[in-house]
Nanobody
Framework: QVQLVESGGGLVQPGGSLRLSCAAS????????MGWYRQAPGKQRELVAT???????NYADSVKGRFTISRGDAGNTVFLQMNTLKSEDTAVYYC?????????????????WGQGTQVTVSS
């Protein structure tokens, strides 16, 4: 079974920093994309940042210049370094992965979601 396990969320003051981590476990053959989405109360889930195979990254305009996404070379991990945090960044952050995994002797490509980790930016 494939799981995405997130860590690093918490409470931080405006202007502070947090580093989120996500580790994908299971029988994984290919990682096509890993990324982060977030959902604030009363709002739709939105893309924060993604990184694809080959290293190309994509960011929401609201976080450009402040957040950095990176993917580990091994261990099927992705990180989100969040700097200069604002109150508007408060949300549940979800890890997402587009993976090819093993299923009964063959493979399937599917998207997977983590359970979410709370990030609260407040004085």
């Amino acid at each position: 079974q494939v799981q995405l396990v997130e860590s690093g969320g918490g409470l931080v003051q405006p202007g502070g920093s947090l580093r989120l981590s996500c580790a994908a476990s299971g029988t994984i053959f290919t990682v096509y994309l890993m990324g982060w989405y977030r959902q604030a109360p009363g709002k739709q889930r939105e893309l924060v940042a993604t990184v694809i195979s080959g290293g190309r990254t994509n960011y929401a305009d609201s976080v450009k210049g402040r957040f950095t996404i990176s993917r580990g070379d091994a261990g099927n991990t992705v990180f989100l370094q969040m700097n200069t945090l604002k109150s508007e960044d408060t949300a549940v952050y979800y890890c997402y992965a587009d993976l090819r995994t093993g299923r009964a002797g063959s493979t399937q490509r599917n998207g997977y979601w983590g359970q979410g980790t709370q990030v609260t930016v407040s004085s």
